[in-house]
């Protein structure tokens, strides 16, 4: 990760509050050993982290205290890992600000948020796929600011390929591209940027597109998206777990936690 991706990270209100726990468990770590099990403050950290110090009849004593520090050690321990490798690495979550993914993925706009979990450590293992959803960081053209922010589009055209669009359908080296999660209603849908190219995706490049053809600022907008960007696959919407379809109201609250293809 660059210095950038590491600010960001940090930037996070989520990391902010694992921070503040980290922070809070290593202060009890250090006190635990200083103190008496028997006295108030010793009595406080062992009741927050043994289930057997909160038992009416539970006995409070070196013993505990003992076990209490390797379980500390141990929390510390996986707390940094997950904080340190897994999320900057492995894992992260992401959410939607735009509808630029509809019906696939919902996005402020519509009053619901998905949240995806993101792959980052599969593309280190192989290249990209065609129709993956991938998270990249946009290029400075498609935020029109100082500040480069994190998109979620799909993969369409690989290093090498010639990408055409034609009424909102993408052509890949001359051939209709089979795109069953287009929204139905893709026929009435503007002319803007429905047609594009023929042009070849340059080698260490991607052209993406939004699901949501009629509301997408895509690769047809402001150009290929380098393969260094790319952080990872978006693999599943986990939040909110339930909620409506914005795009169909009546039919009232559904599971939304699913797999993206």
Known sequence: MSMSDWQA??????????????????????????????????????????????????????DLRRTTLRNMDSTLIALLLVFAVVRPFVLGAYYIPSASMEPTIYGEPRGRQDRVLVN?????????????????????????????????KRLIGLPGDTVQVRDHRAYVNGEP??????????????????????????????????????????????????????????MCVFWPPVAGNPLDPAAGPQFTLRLLR
């Open 9 to 62: 990270l940090l930037a996070e209100p989520t990391t902010r509050i694992v921070l503040w726990l980290i922070a809070g468990m290593v202060v009890m770590r250090v006190l635990l050993p200083l103190v008496s099990p028997r006295s108030a403050l010793g009595r406080l950290i062992l009741w927050f982290w043994h289930p057997d110090a909160r038992r009416a009849d539970g006995q409070v004593d070196d």
């Open 120 to 152: 980052k450590y599969v593309y280190r293992l192989r290249a990209p796929r065609r129709g993956e959803i991938i998270v990249f960081r946009a290029p400075l053209e498609a935020t029109g600011g100082p500040v480069q922010q994190d998109f979620i």
């Open 177 to 234: 591209l089979a795109e069953p999660y287009l929204p139905a209603d893709l026929a009435d849908a503007s002319t803007r940027l429905a047609n594009w190219g023929p042009r070849q995706v340059p080698a260490g490049h991607y052209f993406v597109m939004g699901d949501n053809r009629d509301n997408s600022a895509d690769s047809r907008a402001w150009g290929f998206v380098p393969a260094y960007d790319v952080h990872g696959r978006a």
